[in-house]
């Protein structure tokens, strides 16, 4: 099947899913005041005049972040960001819950992480999670996005109930964890604040470390707005735990917390078309899969026994693909005159 085939079911589907009803149409959004703290670089993080939105900026000094002002024991963490535009390589900005403030060595954490790009190159951003300090047993997820997330708001979301955990990038579940006996301590268990930084990691981030962040573009700019968080409030380290079984109940009854029929052939179809690397797959880090992961045989076939896809993957074969047709005039007219090709790329 052709890009232009993938693509068009892509977008069908996710308008079969856009059309249901929307698990963030009645979000309960709150001000920075509300809800939020600088975390570092004080100057280079701007609230606006109304206060319901922050940027953040990367300079050649330093870069910059926010935390939320509470730590929350289970929660939905959410807001619409829009990324640095131009060329951002080596620059991260991340959207993640932690307590590694509080829990050093047994640190939660939950991430959302935009690896910095080439302009005109498609976005690629990671997922990842950790339980009781398990960052030797990493869970990444990586992807590409089917949109430009520097030209406009998208919302990315994050729900961890005691039962499962959810990735969203609008009303798509781009991942779903579901907790079992097996995952023990490694499935997040203590309360943790939300985070959100843009920092440079030039050494790893874009394509291993093979473009760097260049300063000439600076300062780099992530925005935030329509934050939203949900959960139990609690003090970490208070000697008799909250009772949190009301908040839970709350959490588990909203929209964001199931997956309907429509979403989970939004969610199938993203990962065929957009992941490019799992764990679960990584036969070489895991001979044998962690136990949350389900196989999926036709997701298993596109990978390699390093969790990356075979041959560069689908991407790769339209790539050659299009570089032929496009010597053929008819073609080229063809593929220029398809608005859902240029809107995925």
Not at 15 to 26: E, Y
């Amino acid at each position: 099947m052709s890009k232009s085939s993938y693509n068009h079911i892509f977008i069908l589907i996710l308008c079969l899913c856009l059309r249901s009803s929307s698990a963030f149409t009645n979000l309960n959004t709150l001000s920075f005041e509300e809800s939020l703290s600088p975390l570092f670089g004080d100057a280079n993080l701007v609230r606006s005049p109304d206060d319901l939105s922050v940027r953040l900026l990367l300079d050649r000094y330093t870069g910059s972040g926010f935390i939320s002002s509470n730590m929350y024991q289970h929660g939905f963490y959410s807001s619409m960001i829009k990324l640095p535009a131009d060329y951002t390589a080596g620059v991260v900005v991340a959207f993640y819950t932690s307590n590694g403030d509080v829990f050093e060595k047994t640190h939660d954490e939950l991430d959302i992480e935009f690896l910095g790009n080439i302009k005109g190159k498609p976005w690629r951003f990671q997922t990842n999670l950790y339980g009781n300090g398990s960052t030797h047993r990493g869970r990444e997820e990586r992807y590409r996005l089917w949109f430009d997330p520097s030209k406009e708001f998208h919302r990315y979301s994050i729900l961890w109930t005691p039962h499962k955990i959810i990735f969203w990038v609008d009303d798509v579940p781009i991942r779903e964890v579901i907790r079992n006996d097996a995952m023990g301590a490694d499935y997040p268990a203590k309360p943790m604040a939300l985070y959100a930084t843009i920092w440079d990691a030039s050494d790893w981030a874009t394509s291993g470390g093979k473009y760097k962040a260049n300063y000439k573009f600076a300062p780099f700019v992530a925005e935030f707005k329509s934050f939203s968080l949900d959960g139990c409030s609690v003090d970490p380290i208070q000697e008799v735990p909250m009772d949190c079984s009301d908040s839970v109940d709350f959490l588990e009854s909203q929209d964001y917390s199931s997956i309907n029929s429509h979403q989970r052939a939004a969610m199938r179809r993203f990962r065929q078309r957009f992941m490019y690397y799992s764990y679960c797959y990584d036969t070489l880090r895991y001979p044998e899969p962690l136990p949350e992961c389900v196989i999926v045989p036709a997701e298993k076939d596109r990978f390699k026994e390093t969790g990356r896809l075979k041959f560069g993957g689908t991407e790769a074969r339209e790539r050659r693909r299009n570089r032929r047709q496009q010597r053929r005039p008819e073609i080229e007219i063809e593929i220029e005159s398809d608005p859902d090709d240029r809107k995925l790329l």
